[in-house]
């Protein structure tokens, strides 16, 4: 059974930091593309950060230099540290894993709430 547990949304305020996590169970992880997507209210769910099997990297705009992507093949965890958040970082926060193998697998998370206030 595919699943995908993020952990470590919440409350902060602006200028803070918070660290979400993802931990992967019932397929190859090693195989997979990480991602992190965030969904505001009313807007599209938009990619934050990718990161491959290859360990290479890949960043929003909004969010370069402020957020790091990394994953942990060994513990089949993904994580995105990020810094120095503003309000317009406020979404729901969803990994996904997507197959770099010719398939068309891909999963996502139930997501984690991130909210960014004063």
């Known amino acids: 059974q595919v699943q995908l547990v993020e952990s470590g949304g919440g409350l902060v305020q602006p200028g803070g930091s918070l660290r979400l996590s993802c931990t992967a169970s019932?397929?190859?992880?090693?195989?997979?593309?990480m991602s992190w997507y965030h969904q505001a209210p009313g807007k599209e769910r938009v990619l934050v950060a990718a990161?491959?099997?290859?360990?290479?990297?890949k960043y929003a705009d909004s969010v370069k230099d402020r957020f790091t992507i990394s994953r942990d093949n060994s513990k089949n965890t993904v994580a995105l540290q990020m810094n120095n958040l503003k309000p317009e970082d406020t979404a729901v926060y969803y990994c996904?894993?997507?197959?770099?193998?010719?398939?068309?697998?891909?999963?996502w998370g139930q997501g984690t709430q991130v909210t960014v206030s004063s």
């Open positions: 019932g397929f190859t992880f090693s195989n997979y593309a």
């Open positions: 990161v491959f099997p290859t360990r290479a990297t």
């Open positions: 996904n894993a997507k197959s770099t193998l010719g398939s068309a697998s891909e999963f």
